[in-house]
């Protein structure tokens, strides 16, 4: 069946440093993935996006990397602040869906000062 | 996202009462997806609308649950006769149309708290 997960439930860095946050996921048909980043209190919001025939998409102070071999995704975000601090979801959609995203359980990020 | 409102953001019902969520797409949007979260949890899927039509119910409950999307007015998630497992974070998503690479937008969530 389809599953998204995550690899660690808690992710500690030094203000400063680069997290990476990874995901894997079982569907082979999944065409889309995207990373969202949940606050406390508030909803997902969206981080970035990557399509399946793509390996990897930059945007600011963050980088997905997609290794459709090993069914992998990753978040890389560079040069981690305090606001950074929440937890990031790895959500997936197929083309054979409706639209709907399944999403991962969730890494927190926990950025030491 | 911002632009998706749901309300109440806070709803506490006695075992047995009703529930009623509402969520207020974007603007212009009118495709409206419902999630649930549970305590350190993912989101999981449980019913998209598109205006007057529900397209996919395969997350929603069997009983109980029911969703609409009315030509005028907010999307509504109802839930009839909670049960304390009913508690968790109801979420609405919206977008401008269903395509696979288009943007969702969330709502705050409503969190359900039944005693």
């Known amino acids: 069946g389809e599953s998204v997960g995550l690899h660690l439930p808690t992710l500690s860095v030094q203000e400063g440093d680069n997290s990476i946050i990874n995901c894997a996921y079982s569907n082979s048909a999944s065409d889309y993935f995207i990373w969202y980043k949940q606050e406390s209190g508030k909803g997902p919001q969206f981080i970035i996006d990557i399509r399946s025939n793509m390996d990897k998409r930059q945007g600011q102070r963050v980088t997905v990397l997609l290794n459709k071999t090993v069914k992998h995704l990753s978040l890389q975000i560079a040069a981690t602040q305090p606001g950074d601090s929440a937890v990031y979801f790895c959500a997936e959609k197929s083309s054979g869906n409706t639209g709907k995203l399944i999403f991962g359980q969730g890494t927190t990020l926990q950025v030491k000062p | 996202n911002a632009g998706v409102m749901q309300n109440p953001r806070h709803l506490v019902r006695r075992r047995g009462q009703e529930a009623r969520l509402r969520c207020s797409p974007v603007k212009g949007h009118s495709h409206v997806y419902w999630y649930r979260q549970l305590p350190e949890e993912g989101l999981k899927f449980m019913v998209y609308?598109?205006?007057?039509?529900?397209?996919?119910e395969s997350g929603m409950p069997k009983e109980r649950f029911s969703a609409e999307f009315p030509k005028e007015g907010p999307s509504i998630l109802r839930i009839q006769q909670v049960v304390r497992g009913d508690s968790a974070a109801y979420f609405c998503?919206?977008?401008?149309?269903?395509?696979?690479?288009?943007?969702?937008?969330f709502g705050q969530g409503t969190r359900l708290t039944v005693v």
């Open positions: 609308l598109q205006k007057e039509n529900i397209i996919d």
């Open positions: 998503a919206s977008s401008p149309q269903g395509g696979i690479d288009t943007e969702a937008f």
